[in-house]
């Protein structure tokens, strides 16, 4: 088979990732699956990945999926426990086969963000039925140089509060998690709950007195 | 008193929920075994798969698009681009040089200005139809070749060569549907279907392009430019991006 002359005119960059010839040498073809990896990931923006995976790039997407993993899970935990990583997968999943309806001048994350609320409240009414919402520190020591008296109350202080948050109305642990497991912001929370901004304010607000009366209340027991 | 949004905010790091290491491999998985998903998400992946099929296209296309290419009678021309009824085409394989990859340039406007300089024709925009997210400039084909990416489409400009050979060949699967349609006043086609590209060489030779693969094209020619959009899937949408560019 004829080699092809590649310029470096047309060598695919993603995001300024030059994708080095390697890449197109596969068999000859111009085709070169774009690698959406490494340190200048942070350049590539949600948009640019939703146009790739909308072209059909799996890897695009891919990235998108790592790129909100973390946050992801962290705010499914806080909504559904044990059962936030079934959540958050079928999400994405749901995500991609929303993604021709997403808009061009839409933020992804709280587009996203949406869908993963609504599998995780799902699982939530369902698992409610059962049991009660039961959520777990990490036991490991985080802090290397900490003395392990210092990590045991860590540990302790950060049990005793998720303790409470698990032990709030729904509506108001969800709002928390979206601000604070999963860093949103006040407006992109407040898309998520579809609410005014004003609302989701005094909703978090409302959410954290209650937290800040449980935690009062345990001391002062 | 205690800080409680600070609190909260390291709590975040210490929730003792599943790492998820898994959880782009497995969604990859779920999504590629839905057949409602799999057409689009396997695109790129199935060219890998394509390139043996298109390694026989392209051995037979060097062959036949020589001497015998006047004799095939079912080439439709139009401007830069030669369009015939082909072989089915390998699934994966798609347009022309110019990957739309997700690109942006820092400044989309100054990136036209550049490539104005490295192509032998005016190059045009649609204005208002969308946002420029990238340029992209392909010198293998004779004269050159852009592809301006935006965000609902992709808009690829080459000179045309009346006294020459096409510099792009597209072969069409003989499943795909070609509209006879009329594109600001000039004849064009609309071909939804499955479609490869082949492009003309600095050498004389096609290639086989297997960049990627779009559900539907719109094809005209203006002005000594060959345009085509791809991107929309309903010819309506295509033929008002069309107007818009000046």
């Given at each position: 088979m004829p080699s092809l002359l590649v310029t470096n005119d047309f060598l695919p960059k993603v995001g300024g990732i030059q994708l080095s010839d390697a890449h197109l040498r596969h068999s000859g073809t111009l085709f070169a699956p774009a690698v959406y990896a490494g340190d200048n990931m942070d350049r590539i923006s949600d948009m640019e990945l939703v146009i790739g995976a909308r072209k059909g790039d799996a890897g695009a997407f891919s990235a998108l999926v790592d790129r909100y993993r973390v946050p992801a899970l962290r705010f499914a935990y806080g909504i559904a426990g044990d059962e936030a990583e079934d959540a958050v997968q079928d999400a994405f999943v749901k995500a991609f086969g929303k993604l021709e309806g997403f808009r061009a001048d839409a933020a992804f994350r709280p587009w996203l963000f949406t869908i993963v609320a609504n599998e995780a409240r799902n699982r939530r009414r369902a698992m409610s039925r059962r049991s009660k919402l039961e959520l777990r520190v990490r036991g490991r020591a985080e802090t290397p140089d900490a003395g392990a008296?210092?990590?045991?109350?860590?540990?302790?202080?950060?049990?005793?509060?998720?303790?409470?948050?698990?032990?709030?109305?729904d509506l108001h642990r969800e709002v928390l998690a979206l601000r604070f497991f999963a860093g949103l912001t006040e407006n992109e929370t407040a898309q998520v709950l579809s609410c005014p901004l004003g609302t989701a304010k005094s909703r978090l607000s409302r959410a954290l007195d209650l937290l800040r009366g449980a935690l009062d209340e345990e001391v002062s027991l | 008193m205690i800080d409680l949004e600070g609190a909260l905010t390291d709590l975040a790091e210490h929730l003792d929920h599943p790492d998820g290491h898994e959880l782009a491999d497995t969604v990859r998985d779920r999504i590629t075994a839905n057949p409602r998903h799999a057409d689009r998400c396997n695109r790129r992946v199935r060219a890998l798969v394509a390139v043996a099929a298109a390694a026989v296209f392209l051995t037979t296309a060097v062959v036949t698009i020589g001497p015998a290419r006047q004799a095939v009678a079912d080439w439709l021309g139009i401007g830069g681009v030669e369009i015939r009824?082909?072989?089915?085409?390998?699934?994966?394989?798609?347009?022309?040089?110019?990957?739309?990859?997700?690109?942006?340039?820092?400044?989309?406007?100054?990136?036209?200005?550049?490539?104005?300089?490295?192509?032998q024709f005016h190059i045009a925009t649609a204005r208002g139809a969308g946002r420029l997210l990238g340029v992209g400039v392909d010198r293998r084909v004779p004269g050159g070749l852009v592809v301006l990416t935006y965000d609902r489409f992709t808009l690829v400009e080459l000179a045309s060569?009346?006294?020459?050979?096409?510099?792009?060949?597209?072969?069409?699967?003989?499943?795909?549907r070609i509209e006879h349609v009329t594109v600001n006043?000039?004849?064009?086609?609309?071909?939804?279907?499955?479609?490869?590209?082949?492009?003309?060489?600095?050498?004389?030779n096609f290639k086989v392009d297997t960049v990627r693969r779009s559900g539907a094209v719109l094809i005209w020619?203006?002005?000594?430019?060959?345009?085509?959009?791809?991107?929309?899937?309903?010819?309506?949408?295509?033929?008002?991006?069309?107007?818009?560019?000046?």
């Open positions: 008296d210092d990590l045991a109350v860590a540990r302790d202080e950060r049990r005793r509060l998720l303790d409470a948050v698990a032990a709030l109305p | 009824q082909g072989q089915p085409v390998p699934t994966g394989a798609n347009p022309v040089p110019g990957s739309p990859g997700p690109k942006r340039p820092p400044n989309a406007s100054a990136s036209v200005d550049r490539a104005q300089t490295r192509v060569y009346r006294d020459h050979l096409p510099p792009v060949e597209k072969t069409v699967d003989p499943k795909a006043g000039q004849p064009g086609h609309w071909i939804s279907g499955a479609h490869e590209v082949a492009y003309l060489d600095r050498s004389g020619e203006h002005d000594g430019v060959t345009f085509r959009i791809e991107g929309p899937v309903r010819l309506a949408e295509a033929t008002r991006i069309a107007t818009t560019i000046r």
